[in-house]
């Protein structure tokens, strides 16, 4: 499969904590996106790395990229129980120009 | 922005039943995507218009699933016969551009239940 992994599968932390969660990839990537998705709903992009960049910032929200290791961390800051949702981190295959998702973590923040 | 819309929202069918779902994407988004989401997994590809032509339909089981772009706007996706194993969500989504440096826009999906 050439589905990327999302580690851990779950996350429940306290909120005001920080939250780390990691993405691996296997193929050559364009970039590589970060969506989240809540109970029942689509999924809503969240942000957007290039191959070419390093670190990324949106908000309480932190993303780096190392493509020597195929490898993707996705941080968020002073989490709220907003938060609580499924995050998923999609590959932009370069070659093929397909956006390809990994399984994802649950994150739940309890108040 | 209106956002992706989709209906039904929910469906409940027997095997070997037909069913068709409908999307329409944000105006003016040229690519149009309809994603397989089992539950507890990722988004699975099963389709990507680009306008009205397929881009990409290799994990379309095409013995079952069809799918078209009318006019290059809305777009069904039709399973005939569905199988258990089709049990899942299935997302639409639409993008200003093919290339993929544009984040894709989700609809809420169809939760598909086969019994």
């Known amino acids: 499969s050439q589905q990327g992994e999302e580690d851990p599968q779950a996350l429940s932390i306290q909120e005001g904590e920080n939250a780390t969660m990691n993405c691996s990839y296997k193929?050559?990537?364009?970039?590589l996106q970060w969506y989240r998705q809540n109970s029942g709903r689509g999924l809503v992009h969240l942000i957007l790395i290039r191959s070419n960049e390093r670190e990324k910032h949106s908000g309480r929200l932190r993303v780096t990229l190392d493509t020597s290791k195929k490898s993707s961390s996705w941080l968020i800051t002073a989490s709220r129980a907003a938060d609580t949702a499924s995050y998923f981190c999609a590959e932009g295959q370069g070659g093929s120009e397909k956006l390809v998702f990994g399984k994802g973590t649950k994150l739940t923040v309890n108040p | 922005e209106a956002g992706v819309a989709q209906s039904p929202r929910y469906k409940i069918i027997e095997k070997r039943q037909s069913v068709a779902f409908w999307c329409n994407p944000i105006?003016?988004?040229?690519?149009l995507y309809w994603y397989q989401q089992i539950l507890g997994q990722g988004p699975k590809l099963l389709i990507q218009f680009q306008n009205n032509g397929v881009v990409d339909d290799s994990q379309l089981p095409k013995d079952r699933f069809s799918a078209e772009r009318l006019k290059g706007v809305d777009s069904t996706l039709k399973i005939q016969p569905a199988k258990l194993e089709d049990s899942a969500v299935y997302l639409c989504a639409s993008s200003l551009r093919g290339r993929l440096n544009s984040p894709l826009h989700f609809g809420n999906g169809t939760r598909l239940t086969v019994t």
């Open positions: 193929t050559s990537i364009n970039n």
């Open positions: 105006s003016g988004h040229a690519t």
